[in-house]
């Protein structure tokens, strides 16, 4: 299949849903994998169209419960002086695939890689030698139109707010959305990813040019949200 071919299928596969981001931080009770499998067989039973997940370890709990669930997976790893951490290279792309992703989301950004791996490279070898379509996840229109120049599958905001050059902004990505639906390719994806705290805003989301809509701490944050609502009842 050609990867254009490919592209506008992802997309059609979107449809304008839910995906539900199902993580959990580290040391919390949540982080299991039988518990992210549970949550995340909860939401694509509830109506999610595919869900997103850190780790090979969670990745492939999820598809062996879910085994027909769209999968976006990611790894969360850091590596001394860069600030990226989202899928950062070769080995976590490859695992993340293997572990039985269906997309794999990377961050693409401009920010310098672990060990002087380049994001031109990363995309390149990862639809030669594995076939996996990318989700890019930026935090700018010029770095997903970049990235979609560069071949991912899907572009989304997700990191709008967290990082340095965006530091001042506060997700959602509003200004985002209707820049880079304009001007992306018609087989990439739109995903409006981060920030999202209601049926509304997601609706929003979708009617500004999403072609899909990612929730994370809203639904399956448990240790966020109830962090938060002990802290305001104090």
Not at 4 to 13: E, F, H, K, M, T
Not at 77 to 102: C, H, K, M
Not at 154 to 179: E, H, I, M, N
Request: glycine share 10%; proline share 6%.
């Amino acid at each position: 299949m050609r990867h254009s071919d490919q592209g506008r299928l992802l997309r059609a596969a979107l449809s304008g849903g839910l995906i539900v981001s199902v993580q959990a931080p580290e040391g919390s009770p949540m982080r299991d994998p039988q518990v992210i499998a549970a949550m995340a067989e909860a939401s694509l039973s509830n109506g999610a169209i595919g869900v997103r997940l850190e780790s090979p370890e969670h990745i492939g709990a999820v598809r062996r419960r879910c085994p027909q669930a769209l999968i976006v997976g990611l790894w969360k790893r850091t590596f001394a002086g860069s600030a990226v951490y989202i899928t950062p290279g070769w080995e976590e792309i490859r695992s993340v695939w293997a572990a039985g992703a269906d997309v794999v989301a990377i961050d693409a950004t401009e920010r310098p890689r672990p060990n002087g791996q380049r994001l031109e490279e990363l995309i390149s070898r990862s639809r030669e030698e594995l076939g996996a379509p990318l989700m890019a996840d930026v935090d700018s229109v010029a770095n997903g139109l970049r990235a979609a120049e560069l071949g991912c599958a899907w572009v989304g905001t997700t990191l709008y707010g967290y990082t340095k050059a965006t530091g001042p902004c506060q997700p959602p990505a509003w200004d985002l959305l209707a820049p880079l639906r304009r001007q992306l390719p018609d087989a990439v994806a739109l995903i409006c990813e981060g920030g999202i705290a209601s049926a509304q805003q997601a609706v929003r989301a979708q009617g500004e040019g999403a072609d899909a809509v990612v929730v994370g701490t809203a639904i399956t944050g448990v240790d966020l949200q109830v962090s938060a609502y002990v802290r305001a009842m104090s």
